[in-house]
C-alpha cells in the first residue's frame, strides 16, 4: 500500500477537482475503470453511471465487495484547496472523493494477491455507486443490476471529521437513520385577517402543524425508535393582513428502527388530519421514503475491528455514535451481512469541520488508511 499512497492521494484530488452530481458521474466513472483496466481487474460498467469490478477466482466460495459512493453535492466549495472544484456549484463536500480512492487502493493491492486469493477461494467486487446522494439511493440500481449477486458480506467507509486520521469508528446495529422527505400542504378558505372568523385560518391551522405533529408522534412511537420529525421550510402568504388559502411545510423525518420505518406512513397521515380537524382545512401529504437505517451485522463489525488493529494500529477502532443522517449503504446490509466503517479524517489537534459544508479540509493520510483498513477486512477471517 505505501507504494500506492502518492498515487491515490492525486487519484482523489483529481476527483475533487472535477466533482459531479448523482446520476452524471461519467467522468468519475471513466476515470475509475481506466484505472482498473489497466491493471487488468475486470470492469462491468452499470446502466448510467457507475461499475463494478471483480477480483480473484470467477467462482470463489465467499466473496467480499467493498463499496465506494461517487457523487458530490450541489454546492460551492470554499476551501480555497489547489485542487479545489472547478465545476460551479458542485463540491466533494461529503469525502466521496476519499472513499473512491480508498477503495481503488485496496482493490489495486488486492489485484497483485491473486494467488492467494484464489487459494482462498475468495473473491473481491468493487462496487462504484452513482447518486448516494440522491432519494432513495442510487445502491438501488446496483442491485437491480445484480452488483450483489454472489456477494457474502460487504463493507464501506464514510469519513467522519470528528475523529483524528488513523481512527475507526464501529458500532454493531444501526449506525445511520432512515430518512425520509415530508412535505405537507394545507388549503383553505382565505380572507382578511380581521375577520379570522370568516376565513379556516390556514396561517394558525400551519403552525400547528409545525409543533403538534412532531409532539404527538413522540408519545405514538417507541422512543427508543430514535424518531426525529423536523421542519426545514415553510412557505404561505404574500402580506400582513391577509390570510392565504395554501401554504405548505416540509422537513425530514429520521428514525433508527428499520420495522417502524415500514410502518410509519399511516400515522403520520392520521396525525396531520387529526391536528387540522379544528380549522376546517384539508390537507395532502406527500410522503417520499427514503433509505432505511444502516444496520451493522455484529460478526461484520468484528472483522472491521479486527482489520483496523491489524493494519493501522491495537487503538484504532473507537466506538462510535448513531448517527440520524441518512446513507443507502442500508439497501445492501438489507440483502447481505455488512458494516459502515466511520474512517477519521481530522488532523490530530486540527479543526473539527462539518460534513455537507463548502469548506471541508480531509487529511489526506486518511485515502491510504481507509485503503488499509478494506484492504485488511477482506483478508479478515471470514464466519464459518
Known amino acids: 500500500m505505501d507504494a500506492l499512497e502518492d498515487e491515490l492521494i492525486a487519484f482523489r484530488r483529481d476527483l475533487h477537482a472535477h466533482p459531479e452530481l448523482g446520476h452524471a458521474e461519467t467522468r468519475t466513472t471513466s476515470r475509475v475503470a481506466a484505472r482498473l483496466t489497466a491493471a487488468g481487474i475486470r ?11 471483480d477480483i480473484g477466482p470467477a467462482d470463489p466460495v465467499y466473496r467480499v465487495a467493498l463499496r465506494a459512493d461517487m457523487d458530490a453535492l450541489p454546492l460551492a466549495e470554499r476551501t480555497g484547496l489547489p485542487y479545489a472544484s472547478r465545476n460551479d456549484g458542485i463540491a466533494h463536500a461529503c469525502g466521496h472523493d476519499l472513499h473512491v480512492a480508498a477503495v481503488l487502493g485496496a482493490g489495486l493491492a488486492l489485484q497483485q494477491q491473486t494467488d492467494s486469493l484464489a487459494a482462498q477461494g475468495l473473491g473481491l467486487r468493487l462496487i462504484f455507486q452513482p447518486a448516494e446522494e440522491v432519494t432513495p439511493g442510487g445502491s438501488l440500481a446496483v442491485i437491480a443490476q445484480g452488483g450483489i ?21 464501529l458500532r454493531e446495529g444501526p449506525i445511520t437513520s432512515a430518512t425520509d422527505s415530508v412535505t405537507v400542504t394545507l388549503r383553505g378558505r382565505g380572507g382578511h385577517t380581521s375577520r379570522p372568523h370568516l376565513t379556516q385560518d390556514l396561517i394558525y391551522a400551519l403552525g400547528k402543524v409545525i409543533t403538534d405533529v412532531p409532539a404527538a408522534l413522540s408519545r405514538r412511537v417507541d422512543p427508543r425508535s430514535g424518531v426525529a420529525l423536523v421542519w426545514g421550510t415553510v412557505h404561505s402568504g404574500a402580506a400582513e393582513n391577509v390570510i392565504p388559502s395554501t401554504g405548505a411545510l416540509s422537513g425530514t423525518l429520521r428514525m433508527l428502527d428499520a420495522n417502524l420505518w415500514q410502518d410509519i406512513g399511516p400515522l403520520l397521515e392520521e396525525l396531520v388530519h387529526a391536528v387540522i380537524s379544528p380549522y376546517a382545512v384539508s390537507a395532502t401529504i406527500e410522503h417520499l421514503r427514503g433509505a432505511p437505517p444502516v444496520v451493522n451485522d455484529p460478526m461484520s463489525v468484528v472483522r472491521l475491528r479486527a482489520a483496523a488493529q491489524l493494519m493501522l494500529g491495537p487503538d484504532a477502532p473507537t466506538p462510535t455514535l448513531q448517527s440520524l443522517g441518512g446513507e443507502d449503504f442500508a439497501w445492501y446490509v438489507q440483502e447481505v451481512p455488512g458494516a459502515m466503517a466511520r474512517l477519521g479524517t481530522r488532523s490530530p489537534g486540527g479543526r473539527t469541520y462539518d460534513l455537507h459544508q463548502g469548506d471541508l479540509v480531509v487529511d489526506e493520510r486518511a485515502v491510504a488508511a481507509g485503503a488499509r483498513l478494506l484492504l485488511g477486512v477482506v483478508m479478515a477471517d471470514r464466519p464459518r
Request: aromatic fraction near 4%.
Open 43 to 53: 470492469v462491468r460498467k452499470l446502466a448510467g453511471t457507475g461499475l463494478i469490478a
Open 149 to 169: 449477486e454472489g456477494v457474502d458480506a460487504i463493507f464501506s467507509l464514510h469519513c467522519d471529521p470528528t475523529l483524528d486520521v488513523g481512527r475507526v469508528g
